[in-house]
């Protein structure tokens, strides 16, 4: 049977291993009886309706090797939604290169594009095996344990909230509070996972806000203020779309991106952590400090974990296996086997549904008092991201 041919892509934000997913598709690929040449889409599906692909086949192996290591998305990115209209153009792009296998990285709006093309293609009498790659640093896509990218970025804010903690502590004379705003959007899991910088009580973060939760203005001003009185300052971590209990935003942003998604904190609109570091200066009379590392932590490659390098590798070849097999319009999921030691296997989930539903954090991974986080939730998160420093301390 004659060898057709496949493309592979990169959307939305980027994180520490995406590269990796995309090598093991291209590594994968080239060892196929089935695929001949492997395209990669130049930022994202918008670059591949204007026909800029780049072929991947013939890439050096050290290039190759040199990629599993290097940050961001090698192919560049796109956050474009895809539109009705837009879908017999990418028919006919696929038509005219021969590519009969779709490969896309990324979150829910990159699931829900390759479940749109592949269920046009289908319409149309193509045949076309579509199958998507998790990647997102929110963790919030449904039908797998955790995303590859996540284990990373969480490390990174772990990090950043345990060295931002000692210095904290040691300059409580002059800053009585630090918070500190992790992305993330409507879910908690990045900012809930700096709870492993903790080891002792005093340590920090001393609270947690998770958007899972309303956020009370009046309960978060007695809990700073309690853990102000019994170790002299407090760490803070929030999550970036913290809301009341009327729904509105913490932040006072309303821009929305093409997704429908918000934008927390663009626009001129107040961050959270800038929200809350007015509530305690104003309410409460201390000083302090805010925050917001923002994307830094989806391409902070000196902080990313081997298991999440590996896993986002294994998924980019499984992605291959499923397509050769003749499987199409699932994502290569990663199902968590129970108790200890960590192990995992490559499953799959159906795009349909990983593109209309997202994972918040569950319940019993957030303490009664909505403040911090549960052991449960620390069972899941330390395999994770590995070990944590610990520093001396006088």
Not at 319 to 348: H, I, K, Q, W
């Amino acid at each position: 049977m004659a060898k057709a041919q496949a493309v592979v892509g990169q959307s939305g934000g980027p994180t520490s291993v995406i590269n990796s997913s995309l090598v093991g598709v291209v590594e994968a690929a080239r060892g196929s009886s089935r695929i001949g040449r492997v395209y990669g889409m130049r930022f994202g599906i918008e670059g591949f309706m204007e026909d800029r692909l780049l072929e991947l086949s013939g890439c050096p192996r050290g290039l190759l090797r040199g990629l599993r290591r290097t940050p961001s998305s090698a192919l560049g990115s796109s956050r474009h939604k895809v539109r009705d209209e837009d879908l017999p153009r990418i028919l006919e792009i696929l038509k005219t290169r021969d590519i009969r296998y779709l490969f896309l990285i990324g979150g829910n709006d990159t699931m829900d594009t390759i479940h749109r093309v592949e269920a046009y293609c289908r319409r149309q009498g193509y045949e076309l095996a579509g199958v998507g790659i998790p990647k997102t640093v929110d963790n919030d896509l449904f039908g797998t344990d955790h995303t590859p990218g996540f284990p990373s970025a969480a490390r990174c804010n772990i990090l950043n909230v345990l060295q931002a903690g000692l210095l904290a502590r040691d300059m409580q004379r002059v800053d009585k509070f630090v918070i500190y705003q992790s992305v993330g959007r409507d879910a908690g899991w990045l900012a809930a996972a700096a709870a492993a910088a903790k080891k002792r009580e005093a340590d920090a973060p001393h609270l947690i806000y998770l958007p899972e939760r309303p956020f009370d203005r009046e309960r978060f001003l007695a809990d700073a203020a309690d853990c102000q009185r019994r170790y002299g300052w407090v760490s803070i971590v929030c999550g970036e779309g913290l809301k009341q209990a009327d729904g509105g935003l913490v932040s006072a942003s309303q821009a929305r991106d093409k997704f429908g998604n918000l934008e927390f904190g663009a626009m001129g609109g107040a961050s959270v952590a800038l929200s809350l570091h007015g509530l305690l200066k104003e309410r409460l009379g201390l000083r302090g400090e805010f925050q917001i590392t923002e994307s830094l932590i989806m391409c902070a490659m000196d902080r990313a974990v081997e298991l999440d390098l590996e896993e986002a590798y294994g998924c980019g070849r499984e992605a291959v296996r499923l397509a050769e097999a003749g499987r199409s319009g699932v994502m290569v999921a990663l199902e968590r086997g129970p108790g200890a030691p960590y192990r995992v296997r490559y499953g799959t989930a159906a795009l349909a549904e990983v593109a209309a539903k997202s994972k918040p954090m569950p319940p019993e991974y957030i303490n009664p008092e909505g403040n911090f986080v549960t052991e449960a939730f620390l069972r899941y998160i330390r395999p994770l991201v590995g070990p944590i420093p610990e520093y001396a301390s006088l």
